[in-house]
């Protein structure tokens, strides 16, 4: 059936190193990817999106890669802060359909 | 920005009680989602609404209604609230089938 997953619960970086956090997909027609990040007591935030016509796509800090071969797709946050310590969720879905969550990465920054 | 308000924080219910959780969005969104998020089990789909008066289940809809008699306002109701009802309840908005924007989240506790 369709899911998607992370290949690690947690993951802790140094402050200033950078993060990649993964995500396997298995529905080959999805066609939307999307990340978000939800801090301790809050809602999701959305962090960036991508659609399967790219394979990267950039924002402030962040980056996300898709690779449609593997359907993996990544987020890559550059110079950790305290302040990204949160779980990251990735998302998926396909045209017409709603999104199919992740289970999520903790992600914690130590200083 | 578009936001995403629900009407309280926290909760704290009987067993056997109607509750109401309300959920408003000021982004002219056609899409609304109910989700509640479960240590270990990431978000799961409640219901969702793709119109005013229109509405589906979701993954998990057993236990819960909803109602979306305006646009901007779609309520989730638990008829007869169980302790296994005990959780965080996120609600989104989207404009079509992709971005969904999340509101603070509501804690229930129900004794």
């Known amino acids: 059936g369709e899911s998607v997953g992370l290949h690690l619960p947690t993951l802790s970086v140094q402050e200033g190193d950078n993060s990649i956090i993964n995500c396997a997909y298995s529905?080959?027609?999805?066609?939307?990817f999307i990340w978000y990040k939800q801090e301790s007591g809050k809602g999701p935030q959305f962090i960036i999106d991508?659609?399967?016509?790219?394979d990267k796509r950039q924002g402030q800090r962040v980056t996300v890669l898709l690779n449609k071969t593997v359907k993996h797709l990544s987020l890559q946050i550059a110079a950790t802060q305290p302040g990204d310590s949160a779980v990251y969720f990735c998302?998926?879905?396909?045209?017409?359909?709603?999104?199919?969550f992740g289970k999520g990465t903790t992600l914690s920054v130590s200083s | 920005d578009v936001k995403v308000t629900q009407s309280s924080r926290y909760l704290v219910k009987r067993t056997g009680e109607k509750v109401f959780l309300e959920c408003v969005q000021d982004m002219d969104h056609e899409n609304m989602f109910w989700y509640r998020q479960d240590p270990g089990l990431g978000l799961r789909l409640i219901y969702f609404?793709?119109?005013?008066?229109?509405?589906e289940k979701g993954d998990i809809p057993e236990g819960y209604s909803v109602s979306r008699e305006k646009k901007e306002r779609f309520s989730l109701i638990l008829e007869s609230a169980s302790t296994n009802q005990t959780s965080m309840y996120l609600c989104?908005?989207?404009?079509?089938?992709?971005?969904?924007?999340f509101g603070p989240g509501t804690r229930l506790l129900v004794l």
């Open positions: 989104a908005s989207s404009k079509v089938w992709e971005t969904q924007y």
């Open positions: 998302a998926e879905s396909k045209a017409g359909t709603a999104l199919i």
């Open positions: 529905n080959s027609a999805s066609d939307y």
């Open positions: 609404s793709y119109d005013v008066k229109m509405k």
């Open positions: 991508i659609r399967s016509n790219m």
